[in-house]
């Protein structure tokens, strides 16, 4: 049966135009959204729905172009602007101040005051505690933002939007980091939100999700809008089609060649407070995933594998020999390279240019006599890489972050390969990346695979860690909790392992 959508637009975007530096991120596009309802906005990265989304939330103003709220038109001058018209955004980049409290960050600019217009800390945590129920979050508001693993900063994020009770909010890629219990209690939530009369546009590359929430979705595609149609009306092969404009087929691929001889191990290894007595090993040529709830350990497990973090106790073996890693560069000396979770953060320098990212990890390669650089040399790494890559660049020297975010993820893929790794550890490496760039990554995993690299597949999507690995370990509370042969592995055992839930699984040793 239809899903009923108020028949007056609550919110009207007309022939919006904008652009960046000769380059139209929007071309005279129409979007309009109906009180009660989730509309989806799906399309590459680079299509123009973050642009539209800053837009409608006061961050950026149209070059032409109409905004109408309740039929009258509105201009935004600023995000606050926006906010006064009751419109919240959730941004896929945190927009939190690591060196206050979650409650702080919550109620931002809006907390409760007393006498002189001092704040009342007793009903701001008691605040904070009611909307932390919202996800079974159990934990002092007063908690500083900084020391919350990203997806729990991600779930605070989410929550300052809600708490500001708007009546239309926008969610910019809002499951990037959760694990899937706190996106099912998200998904709860958001419909519990449209049946108060809430309107929500709601941007995601995981299209199962637009088929779980949305009434209606639009596809953009080089800043066009390509078509606006309801959600029962259309498949996910269909959604693709219209986003990419061409057929993927075979998203994860396949193992090209049979698993070699192990080439890395890891015994009872602990580091206290983020995991104890893991033990693992990976095979040349072998894709093993780790999957579990957040604050598992699993990027942890990762960051000390590459030395950014130390182990309190444990062996690392590399190609049989037993192997010493105190920091990031003994790891990169051996042949172990990461792929951070959080790209801009941990990964790329990203204000500085696609040729210097490129070879970074590398540079030795490029060193001549007397510690000279060679320019030419460098340059032509970083071209071949862009071609290797499929990095869409006007440039070598193009200033990383004025790219997209597919295209990012990218150049941080080259960049680890420049290393010619032994054992890559992929920690989220599809994160916040449309479906065509997830389909150019993964067959480049697989080509490393297919050279003898091990890869270490950390993530939280489940159809990706169940569509490339050979084996997954799931982890739970720091633990390995089990392993599954890739026939055995589904999302539900998988969940039912990190949750905790039914029998333990035996682990299959190597």
């Known amino acids: 049966m239809p899903r009923s959508i108020t028949p007056q637009p609550l919110l009207e975007a007309r022939e919006i135009v904008k652009t960046f530096a000769g380059v139209r991120a929007l071309d005279r596009v129409s979007f309009d959204l109906a009180g009660g309802e989730v509309h989806a906005l799906v399309g590459e990265n680079g299509a123009g729905k973050s642009t539209l989304m800053h837009i409608l939330g006061g961050v950026y103003a149209p070059d032409s172009g109409r905004i109408l709220l309740d039929g009258a038109e509105v201009r935004f001058a600023d995000p606050h602007a926006a906010a006064r018209h ?22 931002a600019n809006r907390q409760p005051v007393r006498f002189a217009d001092l704040i009342d800390w007793r009903e701001l945590h008691d605040r904070t505690r009611d909307i932390l129920r919202l996800f079974d979050w159990d934990i002092d508001p007063a908690t500083p933002v900084g020391d919350l693993a990203t997806a729990k900063q991600q779930v605070v994020e989410i929550l300052k939007a809600i708490a500001g009770k708007p009546r239309l909010l926008i969610f910019d890629e809002p499951t990037s980091s959760l694990a899937a219990l706190h996106t099912r209690m998200l998904f709860d939530n958001i419909r519990r939100l449209k049946q108060t009369g809430l309107s929500v546009i709601y941007i995601s590359h995981h299209l199962s999700e637009v088929f779980q929430l949305a ?13 606006t149609c309801r959600v029962e009306d259309v498949t996910e092969d269909d959604l693709v089609r219209k986003m ?30 983020r995991f104890q007595d893991v033990s693992l090993s990976v095979r040349k040529g072998e894709i093993v995933g780790v999957a579990g709830l957040a604050g598992a350990g699993r990027t942890e497990l990762g960051r000390a594998i590459f ?20 920091s990031p560069e003994d790891a990169i000396a051996s042949g172990i390279a990461y792929l951070a979770e959080d790209r801009k953060g941990d990964g790329l320098f990203v204000d500085m240019s696609v040729r210097e990212n490129c070879v970074a990890p590398s540079l030795g390669r490029f060193a001549g006599r007397f510690g000279m650089m060679d320019d030419a040399a460098i340059t032509q790494s970083a071209r071949d890489a862009i071609d290797r890559f499929g990095i869409v660049t006007p440039s070598a020297s193009q200033q990383v972050a004025l790219l997209s975010g597919g295209n990012q993820q990218k150049v941080l893929l080259a960049m680890w390969t420049g290393i010619r790794p032994r054992l890559l550890i992929a920690d989220e490496p599809t994160r916040g990346v449309d479906v065509g760039a997830k389909s150019e990554i993964y067959a480049q995993l697989r080509k490393l695979a297919a050279d003898g690299v091990g890869i270490l597949l950390i993530s939280s999507d489940l159809p990706e860690i169940l569509g490339l690995s050979d084996r997954v370990l799931v982890m739970r509370s720091g633990r ?31």
């Open 86 to 107: 009751g419109i919240g955004v959730v941004f896929q980049e945190l927009s939190l101040s690591d060196n206050l409290s979650i409650a702080e960050n919550v109620f």
């Open 215 to 227: 009434d209606r979705v639009s596809v953009l595609r080089d800043g066009r809008l390509v078509d």
């Open 244 to 273: 990419v404009g061409r057929e993927l087929v075979d998203m994860y691929g396949s193992r090209a060649v049979e698993i070699g001889d192990q080439c890395f191990r890891i015994e009872n290894a602990s580091c206290e407070g």
């Open 307 to 326: 030395g950014a973090e130390p182990l309190d106790s444990g062996r690392v073996f590399l190609g049989g020999k037993a192997l010493t890693v105190r």
């Open 480 to 510: 390995l909790a089990g392993e599954f042969a890739r026939g055995q592995a589904t999302e539900e055992t998988i969940i039912a392992c990190a949750a905790g839930i039914g029998a333990a699984v035996e682990r299959q040793h190597d």
